[in-house]
């Protein structure tokens, strides 16, 4: 998902343990690439447009009611995989999809976050990842949660 967003360049994944109260990781790592994506830069920018639908799209997006409202431009792709029971709900996105100014004045102009959500026997992507992703990008970016999760 972040070379995705990054034009290509694969990154080896980043785990963060916390977030200090300014909004950024506590420790943050040097990241080599370790590669690239074996796609072209406008099959890239494909991808990220129909990822852009998805979440923004209020005609065929799957993602726009779970993730409206949001502040920070987003984009994504929803899933369902059957199981043979309830399905396994994922999302997978990455913020911001486009250039962002932070409540502060701050302007964000590349992605900085790529995250993958999958509850396994879950149900829908877009009624439990979805909103599961949401909530990360929320509390990344210090922002007060706009709406509750479908369950609360």
């Known amino acids: 998902m972040a070379a995705i967003a990054n034009d ?3 990154l080896p994944p980043t785990l963060v343990d916390f977030i200090g109260g300014d909004g950024v990781p506590v420790t943050v790592q040097s990241v080599e690439p370790v590669g690239a994506l074996p796609l072209s830069s406008e099959n890239l920018e494909s991808i990220r447009q129909g990822m852009w639908g998805v979440a923004n799209n209020e005609i065929l997006g799957t993602a726009v009611d779970p993730l409206a409202q949001l ?3 987003v984009a ?3 899933g369902t995989s059957e199981t043979g029971g309830e399905p396994h709900a994922w999302f997978a996105g990455y913020a911001p999809a486009i250039p962002y100014t932070r409540s502060d004045g701050l302007q964000i102009a590349e992605p900085e976050i790529a995250v993958v959500v999958l509850m ?5 992507g877009s ?5 599961i992703f949401r909530r990360v990008v929320e509390l990344y ?3 007060q949660p706009l709406t ?3 369950w609360e």
């Not at 396994?120 to 829908?124: D, I, L, P, S, V």
């Open 8 to 10: 290509g360049t694969l």
């Open 71 to 73: 502040p920070v431009p």
């Open 76 to 78: 994504g792709k929803t």
């Open 120 to 124: 396994e026997n879950a149900g829908e």
């Open 127 to 131: 009624e439990v990842a979805a909103p």
């Open 141 to 143: 970016y210090s922002i």
């Open 148 to 150: 509750p999760y479908p």
